[in-house]
T-cell receptor
Framework: DTEVTQTPKHLVMGMTNKKSLKCEQH?????MYWYKQKAKKPPELMFVYSYEKLSINESVPSRFSPECPNSSLLNLHLHALQPEDSALYLC??????????????FGDGTRLSIL | DAKTTQPTSMDCAEGRAANLPCNHS???????VYWYRQIHSQGPQYIIHGLKNNETNEMASLIITEDRKSSTLILPHATLRDTAVYYC?????????????FGKGTLLTVNP
């Protein structure tokens, strides 16, 4: 069991759909992350939020739109995705600025399939 | 952040200690060594991290050489559930450095 909860666990969507991935943590962490993991590859960082503000965007296409409504929630809005966007999307959290040596804790991800 | 080199795969017998090596010869003084593992179909799980001294927790021990150019993760009594990809990551601590860059890792297979 992880302390970072991601929903849904699986998502199948068409290229014209709009959907959202949700991530929640109640550890009081102030940094939250989205990673993308393709099959048989390591996770790759997409976005970092620090104190609810976008801190890092790793040149992610605009069809992925992150949102951090409060310190416990992180969303990833999806629109007009491509088949190559099929992957495991992982959320993580950590304590935040000044504690960046502290580890990140991951959820079990949302497995996304684009038809 | 410094790069790391790990063997692609390793085998270990159940009940024996698993020793996973990691080379990070370009590590600098303020960079920490982190170990994560990823069991199939799950998210990465934090195991342990350290700067200079050896560290131990309920999951594993981390041995860092005196020159800090390499480290070893030790699982003292491996079980079948320890079969996973193990990632060694070096990352600068302090400030607002949030990036965690995963390499290819080591696939540890624990055999009965």
């Amino acid at each position: 069991d992880t302390e970072v909860t991601q929903t849904p666990k699986h998502l199948v969507m068409g290229m014209t759909n709009k959907k959202s991935l949700k991530c929640e943590q109640h550890m009081g962490h102030r940094a939250m992350y989205w990673y993308k993991q393709k099959a048989k590859k390591p996770p790759e960082l997409m976005f970092v939020y620090s104190y609810e503000k976008l801190s890092i965007n790793e040149s992610v296409p605009s069809r992925f739109s992150p949102e951090c409504p409060n310190s416990s929630l992180l969303n990833l809005h999806l629109h007009a995705l491509q088949p190559e966007d099929s992957a495991l999307y992982l959320c993580a959290s950590s304590q935040g600025a000044g504690y960046s040596n502290q580890p990140q804790h991951f959820g079990d991800g949302t497995r996304l399939s684009i038809l | 952040d410094a790069k790391t080199t790990q063997p692609t795969s390793m085998d270990c017998a159940e009940g024996r200690a698993a020793n996973l090596p990691c080379n990070h010869s370009t590590i600098s003084g303020n960079e920490y060594v982190y170990w994560y593992r990823q069991i199939h179909s799950q998210g990465p799980q934090y195991i342990i991290h350290g700067l200079k001294n050896n560290e131990t927790n309920e999951m594993a021990s981390l041995i860092i050489t005196e020159d800090r150019k390499s480290s070893t993760l030790i699982l003292p009594h491996a079980t079948l559930r320890d079969t996973a990809v193990y990632y060694c990551i070096v990352r600068r601590g302090g400030g607002s450095n949030y990036k965690l860059t995963f390499g290819k890792g080591t696939l540890l297979t624990v055999n009965p």
